[in-house]
């Protein structure tokens, strides 16, 4: 399968960008659109409280819940698409993800601020394995102490990034607002908590 490994300072990033076969991508966006008991929580940064710029939604083979911002989200169990998606991650990472938050940006108004997955029950060396579906969408990544480093990924709809090793101590990443007209994505960050 065609890969693209980044050549980042402190990082193990790899982008697969036909990971899911385009018609494929199409039918599961539209699945996980319609059957995703989708919702917008509020967050609290700096002290304020605010709605995310974004649907999420969190699934799991287990109970344990999953806490970012000082929200706690509890977990519903895989559907049957979400397990296709998991396994289908698991042949290229063969370790077993547990959990998978789902987000939801309904146009270019949502948008996920810069940030690490590296919340303490993902462990010291956390494995994010994303999946995009739908429209596509720049992904940001920066170091967070050598400013010359940063990178942009267009992520486009059935491909897989994985991040793991070093990558979420060392670096933040962000979906951005755009002005541009964009349509829904699906985002699947499948990960393992502990």
Known sequence: MESH???LLDADVTYYPNFILPEVALQQFTTLKEETPWQQDAIKVFGKTYLQPRLTALYANNNKPYSYSSLTMQPLAFTPTLLTIKNQVEQIIPVGFTTCLLNLYRDGNDSNGWHADNEKELGEHPIIASVSLGASRLFHLKHRYQKDQKAK????SGSLLLMKGLTQKYWLHQIPKT???VGPRINLTFRIIK
């Open 5 to 7: 490994t980044l050549q």
């Open 179 to 181: 002005k541009k007209e």
């Open 153 to 156: 990924i267009n992520l486009e």
